[in-house]
C-alpha cells in the first residue's frame, strides 16, 4: 500500500473526518518508521558517516560536482529563474500582445525548455520550495545537518536572487 494512499482522497483538508495536517503527520510517522527500519537492517547508526552516506542529497538537489562547482551552480540557478521571471512578466503582461489562452502553454513551454538546459547542471530548482521544504522535512526525521549538504543554500537564494533580476531585467527592457 502507498505511503501516501491516505493523502491521494483528500478534499477540503479532510479525509474520513481527519484534517489534512492529520494525515500528512501519519504519513510523516510512517516515513521516518521506514528510515529506521532500513537503517537497522543495514546496520547504520543515525549520525555517523554510513547515515550520511545514505542520505546523499536524495531529498534535496545537489550540484553535479562533473560540470560545477557551487559558485557555477548558482550563477545557473539566478540564470534560470531570471529567464522564468522574465518571460512570466512579458507573457502575463496585461499590456502586451499575447493572448491570454497562450499564456499557460508560453510559460509551460519555458519551464520545460529550463528544465532540459538546467537539469543536468543543477536539478533546475528555479523555486525554493522544491529543495527547502524535502531539506527541513528531511532534517526533522532524523538527518539533521546532513540534509544541509555544501552548497544547500544556493537552491533558495538563487531563485530569490534571479526572480528580482529578471523582473528588473523585464521594467528595464519592456516597460
Known amino acids: 500500500k ?3 494512499s491516505g493523502v491521494r482522497n483528500c478534499r477540503l483538508g479532510h479525509q474520513h473526518g481527519a484534517p489534512l495536517w492529520l494525515t500528512l503527520l501519519g504519513v510523516g510517522i510512517r516515513y521516518r518508521t ?3 527500519a532500513a537503517e537497522a537492517e543495514a546496520g547504520i547508526v543515525r549520525g555517523t558517516a554510513a547515515s550520511m552516506a545514505m542520505y546523499d542529497g536524495a531529498f534535496g538537489m545537489l550540484v553535479n ?3 560545477l562547482k557551487t559558485p557555477g551552480g548558482l550563477m545557473v ?3 534560470a529563474t ?3 521571471a522574465f518571460m512570466v512578466f512579458a507573457i502575463t503582461d496585461p499590456n ?3 493572448p491570454d489562452a497562450a499564456g499557460p502553454v508560453l510559460v509551460g ?4 525548455t529550463l528544465i532540459l538546459g538546467v537539469a543536468p547542471l543543477t536539478g533546475c530548482g528555479m523555486n525554493p520550495a522544491r529543495d527547502l521544504g524535502p531539506r527541513l522535512v528531511t532534517a526533522a526525521v532524523g538527518w539533521g545537518g546532513a540534509a544541509m549538504s555544501p552548497g544547500f543554500w544556493i ?3 538563487g531563485p530569490f536572487a534571479g526572480a528580482v533580476l529578471g523582473g528588473a531585467l523585464y521594467n528595464m527592457l519592456l516597460t
Do not use: D, M
Request: one cysteine or more.
Open 109 to 112: 513551454g519555458t519551464v520545460a
Open 96 to 98: 502586451k500582445t499575447v
Open 155 to 157: 537552491y533558495t537564494a
Open 77 to 79: 540557478e539566478i540564470g
Open 34 to 36: 521506514a528510515i529506521f
Open 2 to 4: 502507498s505511503q501516501l
Open 65 to 67: 560536482k562533473r560540470f
Open 82 to 84: 531570471c529567464a522564468l
